[in-house]
């Protein structure tokens, strides 16, 4: 399979623990984006990322969000501390360079549930 | 600050009719605007796309209308089938951007 591949698909903490999230891009793409979509709402962008390096996170919460993309391995979304209003489906998507950022791959998603 | 804003929630339309999914902006610094499709628990797949220089963009089936001086753009599937019921996101970015807007998304059902 040859798409982008999230997991878990779907996730449920209790409020306080931590939740991390998994994404790996198609082959051969290097830049990854992940988005929030609560329910009843369309996607809201969080951060874009590229190997090593965080190149725009403005849509990232300022307290208890984190997000990695190491030179291996998948990129991770980190949620410290969940509350509540936490959950949502994040997704995750990647494209081979930043001139096709438009046209992106999406992953299938991420369920987060906290209760 | 909603900038990019699908107005009908739901639309449904009989198989073999034209669907007009639509939306509207408000950001006069888009352009370059795309249509994803969601099926339930799966990710978005684009669909089709236009840049601000054009005001038509044909792909089989599927085609989408912008009118700038409106800042409004349009989808639309001929004939519609019962495959593409689905949710349509419009999205729009700038070329300087790395993000895109999403707007709240229009689900069609498209009926036998």
């Known amino acids: 399979n040859a798409g982008v591949m999230q997991n878990p698909r779907h996730l449920v903490r209790r409020r306080g623990q931590e939740a991390r999230l998994r994404c790996s891009p198609m082959k051969g793409h290097s830049h990854v984006y992940w988005y929030r979509q609560l329910p009843e709402e369309g996607l809201k962008f969080m951060v874009y990322l590229q190997k090593e390096n965080i190149i725009d996170e403005s849509g990232m919460p300022k307290e208890r969000f984190s997000a990695e993309f190491p030179k291996e391995g998948p990129s991770i979304l980190r949620i410290q501390q969940v509350v509540r209003g936490d959950s949502a489906a994040y997704f995750c998507?990647?494209?081979?360079?930043?001139?096709?950022?438009?046209?992106?791959?999406f992953g299938e998603g991420s369920r987060l549930t906290v209760l | 600050d909603q900038q990019v804003k699908q107005n009908s929630p739901s639309l449904s339309v009989q198989e073999g009719r034209i669907s007009i999914l639509n939306c509207d902006y408000t950001?006069?610094?888009?352009?370059?605007f795309l249509w994803y499709k969601k099926y339930p628990a799966e990710g978005p797949t684009f669909l089709i796309s236009?840049?601000?220089?054009?005001d038509k963009n044909e792909d089989g089936r599927f085609t989408v209308f912008l009118n700038k001086s409106a800042k409004h753009l349009s989808l639309h599937i001929v004939p519609s089938q019962p495959g593409d019921s689905a949710v349509y996101f419009c999205a729009a970015i700038t070329g300087t951007a790395s993000k895109l807007t999403f707007g709240t998304g229009t689900r069609l059902q498209v009926t036998l």
């Open positions: 950001n006069s610094m888009f352009d370059y």
């Open positions: 236009i840049s601000s220089i054009k």
């Open positions: 998507a990647s494209s081979p360079r930043w001139a096709d950022i438009g046209e992106l791959f």
